[in-house]
């Protein structure tokens, strides 16, 4: 395939190595005349492990040049890729000044072919940036219709300084996302040698993905330094907890906990956290990431509230108060505080919980639930149908396969507020409400 990059920094330069190490003829394209000088005499722009080699290849091969000309680039290619920077303003949002004039110079080159062209946003850009700046720059300087005279996608990347092209030729994925199919799959040929799932998707989601990745590797940084921190502080090898903790890939370094749901609670999680928390201030230890977790909860369980009552209905029917589906331990429930809320807000509720029969509770479960909330005891019902029955609203809280079966037989007249994602296939539209998806 004939392929332009534009932008020979961090991300281009080996981009357009790796494409034309893979036999693509790549054309390289910058404002700099020093990075496509040295391009161009061999020499890569940047120091990353094995790239001088790749670049040395491909040019005495003839696969890789590079030139300061862009109509020169996308007059002699098919698909261009753009990796110019997006750097941070002061206020924290992208600078996207290189990307859009970059679109422009594409897009009035673009004005003159005939032939189906694409666009691959390689840059790492906000969710809504190709939808609301890249293809309107694109339609506007072209005079033709994304979609239907060229197509554009987005191809984000998850290269480290270091070892970014073992990361190229080493993927732990590869993400597409594309206008249409003819985009996407004009993508994925770049990459169905690499041995990595190849994910085809749309582009918001994929804009999202780099910046999930990116902040999560951050938050383990951040993570693993304010355990360490308490660690020093209580003469302990901080190493060796970390060595340990990362062995447990059950539920440490997995998927489990890692889907959006609803807050957190039970006997555990709570209130180790504040005791995490009060141990290090009882030492004069400052972590912000760590005594963030609650307060972060706490205003989740306020997003749940705030989605029931927006509602504006009476009549509210609660599945699953417990902690969890399959307990019957309410202690630090989101659920309860969701419950007691209404309750002061002179809501009519039913609750239904499988696992919570007061009947047949037992020890400090039983004991919580006479002793701190009685009156939720007066609320529970025996059967889901009683609830499907008198709700105006039905309110999914925990993870009971049970609830899942309930959204085909709500009446027209009924909204179900789901704070835990109990299906991927929702009730009509308007009737079903998520709280983040």
């Not at 996308?74 to 949002?93: F, Y």
């Not at 996608?153 to 080493?170: I, K, Q």
């Not at 290090?280 to 230890?285: C, F, N, T």
Request: charged letters at 20%.
């Amino acid at each position: 395939m004939r392929i332009s990059v534009f932008g020979l920094g961090y991300v281009g330069s080996v981009t357009s190595a790796c494409l034309a190490n893979d036999g693509h003829t790549v054309i390289g394209v910058d404002v700099a005349d020093v990075k496509v000088n040295l391009i161009n005499n061999s020499r890569a722009p940047i120091i990353e492990t094995g790239l001088n080699a790749l670049i040395d290849t491909a040019v005495k091969s003839g696969t890789l040049r590079a030139t300061t000309d862009a109509a020169e680039a996308i007059a002699q290619t098919d698909i261009a890729m753009i990796c110019v920077g997006t750097p941070s303003k002061n206020n924290g949002d992208l600078n996207t000044d290189h990307l859009q004039q970059t679109c422009t110079q594409i897009g009035s080159v673009l004005a003159s072919r005939i032939d189906y062209f694409t666009i691959v946003i390689r840059s790492t850009v906000l969710p809504g940036t190709i939808s609301n700046l890249v293809i309107p720059t694109l339609e506007q300087a072209s005079g033709k219709r994304a979609g239907v005279d060229f197509g554009v996608g987005n191809n984000p990347e998850f290269l480290r300084e270091g070892t970014a092209v073992h990361d190229y030729y080493n993927p732990a994925k590869t993400v597409i996302g594309g206008i249409d199919a003819r985009t996407t799959d004009s993508i994925a040929s770049l990459y169905r040698h690499l041995q990595a799932p190849l994910i085809v998707t749309d582009m918001h989601t994929a804009e999202l993905v780099k910046y999930a990745d990116n902040v999560w590797h951050a938050v383990k940084v951040a993570f693993a330094n304010e355990i360490g921190v308490i660690a020093k502080s209580v003469n302990v090898d901080s190493h060796q907890v970390m060595n340990i903790f990362c062995q447990d890939t059950k539920l440490n370094l997995s998927p489990y906990y890692l889907k959006p749901g609803f807050a957190f609670g039970g006997s555990c999680l709570p209130k180790d956290l504040r005791a995490l928390n009060y141990c290090a201030r009882s030492r004069d230890l400052t972590l912000p990431l760590l005594s963030s977790v609650l307060p972060s909860n706490a205003l989740h369980i306020e997003r749940g509230i705030a989605a029931i009552l927006a509602t504006q209905k009476q009549r509210i029917g609660i599945l699953g108060f417990s902690f969890k589906a399959g307990t019957d331990d309410l202690r630090e429930s989101p659920m309860v505080q969701v419950i007691e809320t209404l309750i002061g807000k002179g809501k009519t509720l039913q609750l239904y919980d499988h696992s919570v029969n007061l009947a047949s509770l037992v020890g400090a479960n039983k004991n919580y639930i006479l002793e701190r909330i009685p009156h939720i005891s007066r609320l529970m019902v025996e059967t889901i149908e009683t609830i499907l029955e008198q709700a105006e609203v039905v309110v999914i809280g925990n993870h009971d396969p049970a609830f899942a079966e309930i959204l085909p037989r709500l009446k027209p007249s009924q909204q179900v507020i789901d704070l835990v994602r109990i299906t991927d296939s929702p009730a009509t539209p308007g009737q079903y409400h998520g709280l983040c998806w």
